[in-house]
């Protein structure tokens, strides 16, 4: 892997919502990143087991996350970061939704933070203006970023595609505008 990736995972972020939420960087990044608006996920439809499955590349019934409980995998399998780590790539995670550290194991990421959705006012902000000072500092080979306020501010407090939601997605998209190493 000689190029950089970073995952940017905005939980609860529905393609309709990016297109409709309004936010000119939407545009940008579809110019310039790679991104697909004919994802599926995998069943069931939630969070652990949908990012489980994204890290590892093997569905549910394989890694046996079916719920938002975390259970160690019978069988495991080594992920994305495992396998980075191992060759000597420098991975991090940036995340406001604690149990979402149970989709690598801790040696493999070099950096973390996590910051409570709730106990913090626009902790996607402070996620990504972190996750940009380290890019400046270190230039990691795969950072990951995963945002909950679409999800639990926006969807599940007001509902999915209400302008609350809506405000939420374009907020995720103005984070990502405002540190603009994503691109570079």
């Not at 801790?106 to 626009?122: G, L, P, Q, R, V």
């Amino acid at each position: 892997m000689n190029e950089k990736v970073i995952l940017i995972s905005i939980d609860g972020m529905r393609p309709d919502g990016a297109l409709e939420c309004g936010n000119p960087f939407v545009q940008e990044l579809m110019e310039t990143s790679s991104y697909t608006l004919n994802g599926h996920s995998v069943l069931p439809t939630v969070t652990l087991p949908c990012h489980t499955s994204m890290f590892y590349g093997v569905p549910p019934k394989r890694h046996g996350i079916l719920t938002n409980t975390y259970t160690p995998p019978v069988r495991p399998v080594p992920g994305i970061a495992e396998q980075l780590s191992a060759a000597g790539k420098v991975c991090a995670a940036f995340h406001n939704w604690e149990p979402i550290r149970h989709v690598w194991t801790s040696e493999c990421m070099k950096y973390t933070s996590y910051i409570h959705a709730y106990e913090e006012d626009n902790s996607d902000l402070m996620l990504t203006e972190q996750a940009a000072a380290l890019i400046r500092r270190k230039q990691p080979d795969f950072l990951f970023i995963h945002m909950v306020e679409t999800d639990e501010k926006g969807g599940h407090d007001h509902g999915w595609m209400s302008p609350e939601y809506l405000q939420r997605v374009s907020n995720a998209f103005s984070f990502a505008a405002g540190n603009k190493c994503f691109l570079t």
